[in-house]
């Protein structure tokens, strides 16, 4: 083999190896680039539960202050229904003449701890 022909097969070897290394670098910096781009991608996703998350606490919350204030109005609602029914029963059949519907249930209440003290 000739000298000039020796030179073009080093040539070509050192070429070979540079590609190599070139093409090895590039995969290297490939699989940094795709590491930081699944970094980005986790960052996003997980800032994204989140907002999810706020969204539907914020919702459930919503949710139950509205069946709680609907049990609220529900309950104040009997009661209020439940007084004016008491009031007209021992106003109608229970008060003694001259005697407030306050005074009757008064009595009524004293009446029914003598009872229970005399048993």
Same mark, same amino acid.
């Given at each position: 083999?000739?000298?000039?022909?020796?030179?073009?097969?080093?040539?070509?070897?050192?070429?070979? #190896?540079?590609?190599?290394?070139?093409?090895?670098?590039?995969?290297?910096?490939?699989?940094?680039? #795709?590491?930081?781009?699944?970094?980005?991608?986790?960052?996003?996703?997980?800032?994204?539960?989140?907002?999810?998350?706020?969204?539907?606490?914020?919702?459930?919350?919503?949710?139950?202050?509205?069946?709680?204030?609907?049990?609220?109005?529900?309950?104040?609602?009997?009661?209020?229904?439940?007084?004016?029914?008491?009031?007209?029963?021992?106003?109608?059949?229970?008060?003694?003449?001259?005697?407030?519907?306050?005074?009757?249930?008064?009595?009524?209440?004293?009446?029914?701890?003598?009872?229970?003290?005399?048993?």
């Amino acid at each position: 083999m000739s000298e000039q022909q020796k030179k073009k097969l080093e040539n070509a070897m050192n070429l070979q #190896a540079e590609a190599q290394a070139a093409e090895a670098c590039g995969r290297q910096l490939a699989m940094e680039k #795709a590491g930081e781009i699944a970094r980005e991608v986790a960052d996003g996703t997980r800032k994204v539960y989140q907002s999810i998350e706020k969204g539907v606490a914020g919702s459930y919350k919503t949710i139950e202050n509205g069946v709680v204030s609907g049990y609220k109005a529900i309950e104040n609602g009997v009661v209020e229904g439940f007084n004016k029914i008491t009031d007209k029963f021992v106003g109608a059949l229970l008060t003694k003449e001259g005697e407030t519907v306050e005074q009757a249930k008064e009595r009524l209440v004293a009446e029914q701890k003598a009872r229970e003290q005399g048993k």
